[in-house]
């Protein structure tokens, strides 16, 4: 359970930067996401089809354990997570059709988990499989309202939303670094927990889910901004609420035993996550 500290710089974090992300849309973006729906239906497959995928064929060559596979599967079918919006933004990517894709990620997960984890899962005694519903809605709504929010803001008072979209950002960075002063001690013996071979293998299913999105958008010639999102969108998973499945459908114990790879892939997303934007920051200012 979150201690109340961690509670209020989640709480900070999630409200300010997402508030900053609504100040910067327009409701015409959305509805240049429903003109030109190429992008939206290829994140939308590429989210449920290749982030399982990709962790069913990463079970083969590695071999990791029971445990491991299950969590992989879990974290896979999990739905995007909302830092892929916040990535976006601060990359340039094409906000709108990120949180278009978080918003439906999230609603459709309700049906697709089960049937994905029951796919992929097949043959593993691993028990019954429930979906947290209310914990889905909570993380969908907790995440979108400040975006609405700001967007109601940014219409109302239009002269001053850029200013408070700066200042709402530069508080967003304070919470995040807070935030990273109180985890980092606590996340540092279960990053070291399951050895180099566990930290590769996570790794290598965030990367390749980005790299995977990346790929796609860039076959069907989408634009820069929506190729940037779709890398961003594909490989970023819901861990927390992935964390949760554990911890609902196996018990306390399988949260002992290996719930906390669904904590530390979010970890090595976020990490993954920053990496990205500051490739493409730099890509932008040499060109």
Request: aromatic share 12%.
């Amino acid at each position: 359970m979150l201690s109340t500290l961690e509670t209020i710089l989640l709480a900070g974090l999630l409200l300010s930067l997402m508030f900053a992300v609504g100040l910067s849309l327009k409701p015409a973006e959305f509805k240049s996401v429903l003109q030109h729906p190429k992008a939206y239906l290829l994140g939308i497959f590429s989210q449920f089809f290749w982030m399982p995928l990709l962790a069913f064929a990463l079970t083969k060559p590695l071999e990791p354990s029971a445990e491991m596979n299950l969590a992989l599967i879990i974290i896979a079918c999990a739905p995007g997570g909302s830092l892929s919006n916040l990535y976006s933004y601060f990359s340039k990517g094409k906000v709108s059709l990120s949180i278009a894709l978080t918003l439906s990620t999230t609603v459709l997960a309700l049906f697709l988990m089960p049937i994905l984890m029951g796919l992929y899962i097949n043959g593993m005694e691993v028990g019954t499989v429930v979906v947290p519903y209310k914990k889905v809605l909570a993380t969908l709504f907790g995440s979108l309202i400040p975006v609405f929010v700001g967007m109601l803001v940014g219409k109302l008072w239009p002269t001053k939303a850029a200013n408070l979209e700066k200042w709402s950002s530069r508080i967003g960075l304070v919470f995040l670094a807070l935030a990273i002063v109180v985890w980092v001690p606590r996340m540092y013996q279960q990053i070291f927990k399951g050895g180099l071979r566990t930290y590769l293998i996570l790794s290598s299913l965030s990367f390749l889910g980005m790299f995977a999105g990346l790929l796609s958008a860039k076959i069907l010639k989408l634009s820069r901004a929506e190729c940037r999102t779709l890398f961003f969108e594909v490989g970023t998973q819901n861990a927390p609420l992935a964390f949760t499945i554990v911890g609902l459908a196996f018990g306390a114990e399988a949260l002992e035993s290996y719930g906390w790879l669904c904590l530390l892939f979010g970890a090595i997303s976020v990490g993954n996550g920053f990496i990205g934007v500051a490739f493409f920051k730099l890509w932008d200012s040499r060109a």
